[in-house]
């Protein structure tokens, strides 16, 4: 079965200090995968999006991501925390061109500290 | 802001009430979604129009009831609900249906209902 796992369902850093989401997905077939931020009462907005090419991906408000097909994995990372990163994130995947379903992962809420 | 405009914003109901909630897009999107998120949970797919036809519906009860009469607007109509129905309800466009370039990109902010 397809699936998508994010390690960590709380994760705290310090204002300034590096950023690392996990994300780990399941699939006998390429995916493509994408990583959402929700701030509070707010819908998702996308933040970036792997489908083919260049597995190292550059999305929004300095957040970046890697595919490692090795590893499974598509970790978001930001090198400096700012307050406004303070939010839900949820990585999800989909497989198979044509199928426009979205898997989700849990999500993992990020907080920020002064 | 948000492209995607969903109203109303909050919606407390009883459980033998028919109410409706409304959501519009004007990016010449062609496919939209209805999603169910429950507290500190990841959105559930509920339902996808394409076209304004009907082409996913996931299993939904029918006390749910879409209805998007043209390809800028989509409502849910909820009759008869129950207190477990309390949720997020977030809608979402795309450009179109098939593929993950196609993904839903776009949210609105959501209308949070309340089943009294």
């Known amino acids: 079965a397809q699936s998508v796992t994010q390690l960590g369902s709380h994760v705290s850093v310090s204002e300034g200090a590096l950023v690392l989401l996990r994300c780990n997905y399941s699939?006998?077939?390429?995916?493509?995968l994408f990583w959402y931020v929700q701030y509070p009462n707010q819908g998702l907005q996308l933040l970036l999006k792997?489908?083919?090419?260049?597995?190292l991906v550059k999305g929004i408000n300095g957040f970046e991501a890697e595919f490692k097909k090795s590893e499974t994995s598509f970790h978001l990372t930001k090198p400096s925390a700012h307050m406004s990163d303070a939010a839900e994130y949820f990585c999800?995947?989909?497989?198979?061109?044509?199928?426009?379903?979205?898997?989700f992962g849990t999500g993992t809420r990020l907080t920020i500290i002064p | 802001d948000t492209e995607v405009t969903q109203t109303p914003k909050h919606l407390v109901m009883g459980m033998t009430n028919k109410k409706s909630l409304k959501c519009e897009q004007h990016?010449?999107?062609?496919?939209m979604y209805w999603y169910k998120q429950k507290a500190k949970k990841p959105p559930e797919l509920m339902f996808v129009?394409?076209?304004?036809?009907?082409?996913i519906n996931e299993s939904v009860p029918s006390r749910f009831s879409p209805e998007c009469p043209n390809s800028s607007l989509l409502n849910l109509h909820l009759h008869a609900l129950q207190p477990e129905d309390s949720a997020l309800y977030l809608c979402?466009?795309?450009?179109?249906?098939?593929?993950?370039?196609?993904?839903?990109?776009?949210f609105g902010d959501g209308t949070r209902l309340s089943i009294l």
């Open positions: 129009y394409s076209y304004e036809k009907l082409s």
């Open positions: 990016m010449g999107h062609r496919a």
């Open positions: 999800a995947v989909s497989f198979n061109f044509g199928n426009e379903k979205l898997t």
């Open positions: 699939s006998s077939v390429p995916p493509y």
């Open positions: 979402a466009s795309s450009q179109e249906r098939t593929g993950p370039l196609n993904q839903p990109q776009h």
């Open positions: 792997y489908t083919t090419g260049a597995t």
